[in-house]
């Protein structure tokens, strides 16, 4: 299996937008808005879970799930350094310049574990002011409860780029991916970034060409209807190697604690 220096690796391994790299997070970089990498358009209420999360300016910068009518799940990478007026919850629509709803937030609750540097606890929970008004273009999304296995055939969507020299329309994507074994997801990274890997992450492996890419961080991992990850990193865009994603059954506790609503 493909590995890669620590030098692209560094370069290449989050996946938030620009509006990130002014918290820190990561190295300079280009603009990060756009879409998934290689995907399919989605169909009209395809996703109606999936949320893009917006700056206060209007920029896409990551994305999210519904889970009830006033809370979302994300990234901790997206959260973390935000304060309630910096973020906008985007729902109901599969292009970000048309139709859906602007939603301002009025909580945010970071993983207390997360990690910055390693991205371990990678989960965040955002509290919109005004609720959803469920709909067929939204709707909240169940989170697995059971360990998701290998080889499970799963789905990932976002707004992010199409690749990392092309933004991209302004439409939802997504591709099809499978569950990797824990152990050819660290055979497959350099040593230097194994130590991001753990049983709390999930790994998918899809078609060279197709992946997660910059601007996806915080979207929905899905099989059969349900929420098993949450995207975390990766080496945009759709080069061959694993996407990375915090895993909701190892969280799902925390999150259910804190989104009563």
């Not at 304060?83 to 970071?110: P, Q």
């Not at 993983?111 to 939204?138: G, K, Q, T």
């Not at 360990?147 to 933004?167: C, P, Q, W």
């Amino acid at each position: 299996m493909l590995r890669l220096s620590a030098t692209l690796l560094m370069a290449c391994v989050t996946l938030c937008s620009a509006a990130s790299l002014k918290q820190g997070l990561t190295k300079p970089a280009q603009d990060r808005s756009g879409r998934i990498a290689g995907g399919t358009v989605a169909e009209t209420a395809q996703f109606p879970f999936q949320v893009a999360l917006l700056t206060a300016d209007g920029l896409h910068y990551c994305g999210g799930s519904i889970l009830n009518q006033r809370w979302v799940v994300t990234a901790g990478a997206c959260a973390v350094g935000k304060t309630t007026a910096d973020i906008v919850v985007f729902a109901g629509s599969n292009r970000l310049s048309e139709g859906g709803r602007r939603h301002r937030v009025d909580r945010i609750v970071l993983h207390p574990n997360f990690d910055v540097e390693l991205y371990h606890n990678d989960v965040a929970v955002l509290r919109v002011v005004e609720p959803f008004i469920f709909s067929d273009e939204v709707q909240p999304i169940a989170m697995r409860a059971e360990y998701a296995e290998s080889g499970l055939n799963v789905t990932v969507s976002g707004f992010g780029r199409e690749s990392i020299s092309n933004v991209g329309d302004d439409r939802l994507r997504f591709v099809e991916a499978q569950v990797m074994p824990q152990d050819e997801c660290l055979a497959a990274f350099d040593e230097n970034y194994t130590p991001r890997l753990e049983d709390n992450t999930v790994c998918t492996q899809s078609a060279e060409g197709e992946g997660i890419c910059l601007g996806d961080a915080g979207g929905p991992l899905v099989h059969d209807g349900h929420l098993i990850g949450v995207v975390s990193w990766g080496i945009p865009c759709g080069m061959g190697m694993p996407d990375v994603y915090a895993r909701v059954s190892a969280h799902r506790g925390w999150i259910l604690v804190h989104t009563l609503v």
